[in-house]
C-alpha cells in the first residue's frame, strides 16, 4: 500500500540533530493514572505518536475530558465525569494496544466495573496477561470471561495484597500499582520491575497523594490511600527512542545530537556503545543538553550482550543495535532473555547480506528461562557485512527502526512497507530524518 510505504536510499551518514520527548513506556501509563484523580491531571513533553492517541481515545471514551494545553505537547485530563464505555465503542480499539488491561484498577475504583476488549502491541511474544489478572483477583476482583472480552466487577471493593511476580514483569508491576494505591491496607509487591517508568510512575502516583515505598531486593510497598488528587508531571526523556537514534548513527557512520536524552537513563546502553567503538559526549544542561553520539571511524568491535531487566541491558535496545553490529568486525553475540520471540527482523537482515545465525541456546553468560523451550532466543552475527537494498515488510516497532536503519546504511534503494507503525512509538521520525540528511520519502504518486 503506497500510503505506508517510505522508498530509503541508503549510503548516506546521517547527521545533525533531534529532539527525545517524554518517554512513551511512562507517557501512557501516566495518562491512565490520570483516571485516579478526582481533580485534573497535567503532562507536558508528550509525544505525537500513536500510542498516544490511542489511550487518549481510550480515556475520552470513559469520560475523561482530555484537552491540549497552551504548550506544545502539553495534556490536560479532567476526570471528573468518568463513567462506563460502551462495549462497541471499547472494541474499536481492541488489537491496537496493550493498554487497556491498565485501566481495570483505577476503573474498578471509580466504578466498580470495567470491561477490557481483545489486547494488542507487537507481536514480540505472548505477554501473557496471567498476572495481571491473578493479581486483581486476590485485590477482590471478580474476572469474567468472554468472547468479547473480559467483564471486570468489585462488589467488595479492592484490599492489598501480597504478591510475588515470578518475573519482574514491567506491565504486572504497573497494575499492581494502579490498582494497590487505592486499595484498603497495605500491598506488598516483591520481585517487582523497577525500570526508570516504573520509578517515574512511581513519582507520578506520589504526587497525587499515593504513598508507595520501594525497599531493597525488588520490595515495593504499597499504602492505600483513600482518595487521590491530579498531578503536574514532566516525564523522563524516551531512552528508547534516544538509543535508537544512537544506534542509527553508527550503523550509517554519521554524527547525532540527541537532545533531550539523559546519561542515568542509558548507563548500560552507553557502555556498550563504547564497547563496540562508538563515540558519545554528555551535555547536562537542563534546557538544550542531550548526548551527541557519532562513529570515530575505524572499524567496529563486536560484543556479547544480554538483554535483561533494569539495569540491565534492555531488550528494546537490541535490534537498532543488532543492525550496527553488522557492521563490526567479528562475531556478536545477543542473549535475549526478556522475550523469547524476537529475532524475526533477521532474516529480513539477511536478506541485505547481514550474516546472523539464531539459536535455541542460551548462548549468555547464563541460562534464562528460555534455555532448552525450543525458543530462538541467541544471535550470532558476523561482520562487516555488505549491507544492499532489499524490499522491506516491517513486523513490529523496534524491528521496523532497525530494518529502516538497515535501509539507510544499505548500499541502493530500498523501499519500507508498513513504516505508519513507527509511529506507534518515534515522533516525527521522518521529518526527523529528512533533517539528519536521509533520502527517504513517500512515493510521489500517494499525493496523486
Request: proline share 5%.
Amino acid at each position: 500500500m503506497l500510503s505506508d510505504l517510505l522508498v530509503v536510499t541508503g549510503g548516506t551518514p546521517l547527521t545533525g540533530e533531534v529532539r527525545v520527548r517524554g518517554a512513551k513506556n511512562l507517557v501512557s501509563k501516566a495518562m491512565v493514572a490520570a483516571v485516579l484523580g478526582h481533580t485534573p491531571s497535567r503532562m507536558f513533553d508528550v509525544p505525537r505518536i500513536r500510542d498516544v492517541e490511542i489511550v487518549r481515545g481510550l480515556l475520552e471514551l470513559h469520560g475523561v475530558r482530555v484537552t491540549d494545553g497552551d504548550l506544545d505537547g502539553e495534556l490536560i485530563f479532567d476526570p471528573s465525569n468518568v463513567e462506563r464505555a460502551g462495549i462497541d465503542e471499547i472494541n474499536v480499539h481492541a488489537g491496537s494496544s496493550r493498554i487497556p488491561i491498565l485501566l481495570c484498577g483505577p476503573l474498578l475504583h471509580r466504578l466498580g466495573h470495567a470491561f477490557i476488549p481483545d489486547l494488542g502491541g507487537c507481536h514480540i511474544g505472548p505477554r501473557p496477561i496471567d498476572f495481571h489478572l491473578e493479581a486483581l483477583r486476590q485485590f477482590g476482583a471478580i474476572v469474567d470471561k468472554t468472547p468479547e472480552g473480559l467483564h471486570l466487577s468489585a462488589p467488595n471493593g479492592l484490599h492489598g495484597i501480597k504478591f510475588t511476580l515470578d518475573y519482574p514483569s514491567v506491565g504486572a508491576t504497573e497494575q499492581i500499582l494502579l490498582t494497590a494505591v487505592l486499595a484498603e491496607g497495605v500491598t506488598e509487591l516483591a520481585n517487582a520491575a523497577v525500570e526508570p517508568e516504573i520509578v517515574d510512575l512511581i513519582c507520578v502516583l506520589q504526587k497525587m497523594g499515593a504513598i508507595i515505598k520501594v525497599h531493597t531486593n525488588r520490595v515495593i510497598e504499597i499504602e492505600g490511600v483513600p482518595r487521590l488528587t491530579g498531578f503536574s508531571h514532566r516525564p523522563i526523556p524516551d531512552r528508547i527512542e534516544a538509543a535508537s537514534w544512537a544506534s542509527a548513527a553508527l550503523a550509517t557512520k554519521g554524527d547525532i545530537l540527541v537532545r533531550g536524552a539523559r546519561q542515568a537513563d542509558m548507563m548500560t546502553y552507553l557502555n556498550v556503545f563504547r564497547s563496540i567503538g562508538g563515540s558519545y559526549e554528555v551535555d547536562d544542561d537542563p534546557v538544550a543538553g542531550g548526548i551527541r553520539f557519532w562513529h570515530p571511524g575505524g572499524d567496529l568491535r563486536p560484543v556479547v550482550i544480554e538483554t535483561d531487566v533494569h539495569p540491565g541491558f534492555m531488550t528494546d535496545w537490541q535490534q537498532p543495535l543488532v543492525v550496527a553490529l553488522t557492521q563490526a568486525n567479528g562475531l556478536s553475540v545477543v542473549h535475549e532473555t526478556v522475550y523469547e520471540n524476537r529475532f524475526g527482523y533477521t532474516n529480513a537482515l539477511n536478506q541485505m547480506g547481514a550474516t546472523i545465525q539464531v539459536y535455541g541456546e542460551c548462548l549468555g553468560g547464563a541460562a534464562c528461562r528460555f534455555g532448552r523451550r525450543g525458543f530462538r532466543h541467541s544471535a550470532v552475527i558476523a561482520g562487516p557485512a555488505k549491507l544492499h537494498a532489499h524490499d522491506l515488510v516491517i513486523p513490529d516497532l523496534r524491528a521496523g527502526f532497525s530494518h529502516l536503519i538497515a535501509a539507510l546504511a544499505a548500499e541502493g534503494t530500498s523501499r519500507v512497507h508498513g513504516v505508519d507503525l513507527i509511529n506507534r512509538g518515534y515522533e516525527d521520525f521522518e521529518a526527523k530524518l529528512a533533517g539528519l540528511g536521509a533520502r527517504a520519502e513517500r512515493p510521489v504518486t500517494q499525493a496523486a
